[in-house]
């Protein structure tokens, strides 16, 4: 839901004509209004895998990439997707402390280039799981706060924005799961959308 990368701003240069200096850079523009993607997928892995009983400190790192998007209200007319990393550090990889984990504060690029990235924070998350069992986590948790900065961050600096993701396994798995010898070292992200702004 780190969070990650610098934008990469393009050269502009003519296809006739003379030759534009080098110096010349695309305009980077900070998107007003929001922004809403309604395909998110990528992967969620834990570094150890989490188990029942674990005790070693864990790196979750979620990496997403979201498309159809589409803009509202915004100076930007056109976002065609976005990409996302965050590193989640626990103390413990303790399956049943996954929901006490803070949601660290992270940046996501936009394509096209020209978009500013987007840097959000939520106060935490919660599980839910979709009409066929799956199970996934919506930002920010029931009663919690976001807040964004850059693009997409509205008015109220991205107080409504949140974001909801979906796994490849229903809970009984995930138990199964974390009840292994292997515990659980990757999930695969399935679905979801997300709004900022």
């Not at 900070?30 to 005790?55: D, E, K, L, N």
């Not at 599980?127 to 919506?138: A, E, K, S, Y």
Request: charged fraction near 10%.
């Amino acid at each position: 839901m780190g969070l990650l990368t610098a934008l990469l701003v393009l050269a502009v240069a003519p296809l006739v004509g003379p030759a534009t200096p080098s110096s010349a850079k695309a305009r980077v523009v900070v998107a007003t209004g929001s922004v809403t993607c309604t395909t998110i997928t990528g992967t969620v892995t834990f570094s150890p895998p989490v188990r029942h009983v674990g005790t070693r400190p864990e790196t979750q790192t979620v990496s997403i990439r979201a498309s159809h998007c589409r803009t509202s209200k915004s100076n930007v007319a056109r976002v065609t997707g976005g990409r996302l990393v965050a590193a989640i550090h626990r103390p413990s990889n303790n399956c049943s402390d996954l929901l006490v984990a803070e949601s660290p504060k992270s940046t996501g690029t936009w394509t096209p280039s020209s978009v500013h990235s987007t840097t959000a924070s939520f106060s935490g998350f919660s599980f839910v799981t979709n009409g066929v069992g799956d199970i996934g986590f919506t930002l920010p948790n029931a009663g919690g706060k976001a807040r964004v900065t850059g693009s997409f961050a509205g008015k109220d600096h991205g107080a409504r924005s949140h974001a909801t993701v979906y796994l490849n396994m229903t809970a009984h798995q995930f138990v199964a799961g974390c009840l292994s010898a292997a515990g659980v070292a990757r999930e695969v992200i399935i679905g979801g959308s997300a709004t900022f702004g």
